[in-house]
């Protein structure tokens, strides 16, 4: 039977569930340090070795991409990095920890409701709002912007 578009984009934003619980898998069995990844889900699910290995190497993958990036572009100013259907991602927030932002400014996009939560678990969380609050002293940029 044919998917309505609809049910295709629930699905597809019900993946950002699933995700984020296999990093924070990954993460509590030590593949990589991500201690932001704890506030996005409410309990630590262990996942199998191969999924595990499986989001080590992505994780891997987009951290030595973007860091290269931003090594390599270290003289230009105003370097933007954009992450489509970002979902729970911590990137922002790994990055802020390197000390890489700088002179870089990190986007977001996602699906509306994706965004919201994202935005409300922040919130509502004295650590990552506190790293979100001192980015937007140095910067007038909104932290969420809706379309």
Known sequence: LPVCPVQKSLFVQGTNDSSVVSKCSAAARGYFRDP???HFVSKVARRAPLIN????VRWRAVDHCVREF???TAQCPNRQILSLGAG?????????AYGALSQAVVFE?????VAR???ALIASN???RGTL???LQRRTHRWLVQV
């Open 70 to 72: 931003l090594q390599v």
């Open 126 to 128: 004295i650590s990552l």
């Open 53 to 56: 290995r499986g989001y080590y």
């Open 133 to 135: 609050d001192s980015c």
């Open 117 to 119: 939560r994202k935005a």
């Open 36 to 38: 932001s990844l704890q």
């Open 88 to 96: 729970f991602d911590s990137l922002y927030f790994r990055l802020h």
């Open 109 to 113: 996009v996602d699906f509306p409701d």
